[in-house]
């Protein structure tokens, strides 16, 4: 068998990261992956060793002749199936970069099976952006009978109309020898009993970056003020280390126990992720706070679930979190502020119903941003204190148990295929 993948997000590597994992697992079961990709995340899919044709934005034919282009290509690759990674950011793509419909390629008359980051069917079809009205997203993927679904972060049933397949995003992910983390932590001058934090950063959450607008602007360049604060209040045993550009007011933690370094390899990435005693995420549906549950490490998932845009707003937080001086000061600068889940962009209330119910998020720390006392303590207790580690870890065990009593990746996406296939047919 032989899937044509598209993986056209320029903005994050997330998305692409998905895809190649699915991949990595079929190719092991015997079957064949082709990569359709933009520019920025050709490196990772030459890397995997996966055949891709790479398509430049810059460059590339729009409108009916980028249509030629994809017809030349199925021509070409005779893929049996179609994979969207995912369905959100390929309808966006082909959209905005391409100038096409995104449904023609169901002319091709091949299964599709789109990777449903978001569990679509349980939401109104609207992403929630801070300081802006919602984008709708289309409803196509309700047309689909078979929808995958990557564990984490996904539920682990088919969900209420039957469509999802629940897959493990990865193949199980060994721990980070001693002997690594030993490495790591002799490289960046940290003695055994220190703790490693680490804080992935994406480009497009720089101050400047590929905002949503004034307010998610205004956010990625505060936010990071008060997570500097309270990452500030930890022991003087704790050292963090940033992979990516960090935001500016990141580098107002101590030098002496900041570490900066950029992007960096896979396999690199993975010791670092697999060495840190706690990663502190912005988004729960990313790559990285799965796979760090995956690896066995603790990760915290930073959210804002607050409105704020007035002084009795103000009130309503602190009735509920009791807000610390710094954090009303803070307000006094950031404020009008929206929920977030995917900071800075916004994405709260559509991924609320993915994370409901789900146990998922049992194994992660869930840390509110304005809520300083509860987020400096989870920190300290999850580097430092043995019975809260322990009890995260045990959390952790629970869901890993369940994650791995799913059907082999394989097998799901077969399975996948024959029910896209039967549906074409009309059986």
């Known amino acids: 068998m032989r899937l044509l993948y598209f993986s056209l997000s320029a903005a994050a590597f997330g998305e692409t990261f998905i895809g190649l994992s699915l991949a990595e697992q079929l190719r092991r079961a015997g079957m064949d992956n082709h990569f359709v990709v933009p520019p920025v995340t050709a490196p990772a899919v030459r890397h995997f060793g996966f055949e891709h044709t790479v398509v430049d934005y810059a460059t590339c034919p729009k409108g009916p002749a980028a249509r030629a282009f994809i017809d030349d290509l199925v021509k070409t690759v005779e893929p049996d199936a179609i994979v969207l990674s995912d369905y959100g950011s390929y309808s966006r793509s082909v959209e ?3 100038r096409l419909d995104p449904w023609f390629i169901e002319e091709y008359g091949l299964p599709i099976l789109p990777i449903d980051l978001g569990e679509w069917e349980n939401t109104t079809f609207e992403i929630d952006l801070v300081g802006r009205d919602p984008v709708p997203v289309s409803k196509k993927i309700l047309d689909w009978p078979a929808h995958l679904r990557p564990v984490p972060t996904a539920h682990l049933d088919a969900g209420a109309g039957g469509s999802g397949c629940p897959y493990r995003v990865v193949a199980p992910e060994p721990p980070v020898t001693d002997l690594a983390r ?110 760090s549950v995956l690896m066995n490490r603790t990760a915290m998932v930073v ?68 809520d300083e006392t509860g987020t400096v303590a989870a920190m300290e207790g ?46």
């Open 96 to 98: 905005f970069h391409l």
């Open 182 to 291: 030993a490495g790591v932590f002799n490289e960046f001058g940290l003695r055994r009993d220190d703790r490693l934090v680490l804080i992935p950063v994406s480009s497009w959450q720089q101050p400047g970056g590929r905002m949503s607008g004034e307010m998610s602007a205004r956010l990625a360049e505060r936010v990071p003020e008060l997570l500097v604060h309270y990452l500030g209040r930890l022991p003087a045993a704790t050292h963090f280390l940033v992979i990516g550009e960090p935001p500016p007011a990141l580098l107002g933690l101590p030098a002496e126990r900041l570490h900066v370094i950029p992007p960096c390899s896979i396999e690199r990435f993975t010791t670092l992720l697999g060495t840190s005693d706690l990663t502190i995420v912005f988004s729960p549906t990313s790559a990285t706070s799965a796979r």
């Open 303 to 370: 959210q804002n679930r607050f409105r704020v845009h007035n002084d009795a707003d103000v009130a309503l937080v602190d009735a509920e979190v009791k807000l610390t001086g710094t954090v009303r000061d803070w307000l006094g600068r950031a404020a009008p502020i929206d929920p977030f889940r995917l900071w800075p962009k916004g994405a709260y209330f559509v991924q609320e119903p993915m994370f409901t119910d789900n146990p998922y998020m049992d194994a992660l720390i869930t840390a509110e941003i304005l």
């Open 382 to 427: 999850a580097l430092y204190d043995p019975e809260i580690r322990d009890r995260h870890a045990s959390a952790r065990a629970d869901y890993l148990r369940a994650v791995n009593a799913l059907p082999d990746t394989a097998d799901v996406v077969l399975a996948a295929v024959q029910r896209a296939t039967a549906a074409l047919s009309g059986h």
